[in-house]
């Protein structure tokens, strides 16, 4: 097993300077009637590819429940850029028993990129998530091999670079099956983690399996890359 290669970034100074230059602030979404609620939504629908999208009842049902008290570990969070303009979503999951968090979604508003706020928005989760029960974060990003065009392999490298930065690690040796619902076929997709303390590739592993079940299964040597 290669576990040479596992690292963590250095704690990152431009985080809490972006949040005095651009006055970024954020909050989660939990109610219906929260005024953000839409323009997330419409950030939601125009950022991410159909074969990715989960449908929008999912949030709304999840914004139900903790209306109505019930217990869950859903979290969409705004980010806001002088306290009036939607900058950037996110969306993530608390998976407690496993001692892990999924990345479900993260996007910055057009007029919002290219000045470090995905980053930001990136650490900002890494912040709120309690390291204490959660040994990694993990997300999944689309196989530039597998994209159609050049566009979308060129997006698709991109935002592997950009999790890279973070201190997210690839899951090679493995394939994996993205299932966003009944509505859409499943998607191969790449698994990334990001750990929160030293872990080898055979336990990152078998946390995303905890998870995942069989959407994911090994096919060669386990590495953290």
């Given amino acids: 097993m290669n576990e040479s290669r596992t ?11 972006l949040m005095a230059t651009y006055q970024v602030s954020y ?25 990715e999208k989960i449908l929008v009842s999912k949030f709304l049902t999840h914004l139900k429940d903790k209306a109505g008290n019930t217990t869950t570990d859903f979290f969409m969070l705004a980010a806001v850029h002088n306290h009036t303009t939607l900058a950037g979503i996110a969306c993530y999951q608390i ?24 980053g930001a928005i990136y650490q900002e989760i890494i912040r ?13 990003v689309e ?3 597998l994209c159609h065009t050049l566009e979308t392999r060129q997006y698709a490298n991109r935002r592997i670079s ?42 990152a592993f078998d946390l995303v399996y905890t998870i995942a079940l069989d959407a994911i299964t090994q096919t060669g040597e386990l590495m953290l890359n």
């Fill in 162 to 203: 950009f999790y890279r930065r973070q201190g997210a690690l690839r899951l090679d040796g493995i394939h994996y099956l993205q299932f966003v619902g009944e509505h859409l076929p499943s998607t191969p997709m790449h698994i990334l983690v990001h750990p929160f303390k030293p872990i080898s590739p055979q336990a």
């Fill in 27 to 51: 909050g989660e979404i939990t109610r219906l009637e929260d005024d953000l609620l839409l323009p997330w939504l419409d950030l939601y629908e125009i950022t991410f590819p159909p074969e």
């Fill in 7 to 17: 690292k963590w970034p250095a704690k990152k100074k431009w985080y809490s300077d």
């Fill in 128 to 140: 709120r998530i309690d390291l204490a029960k959660c040994a990694v974060l993990i997300m999944e």
């Fill in 143 to 145: 196989i530039p091999d």
């Fill in 95 to 118: 998976f407690p028993k496993q001692g892990a968090a999924l990345l479900w979604y993260l996007a910055v508003a057009s007029h919002q990129r290219n000045r470090g706020l995905g």
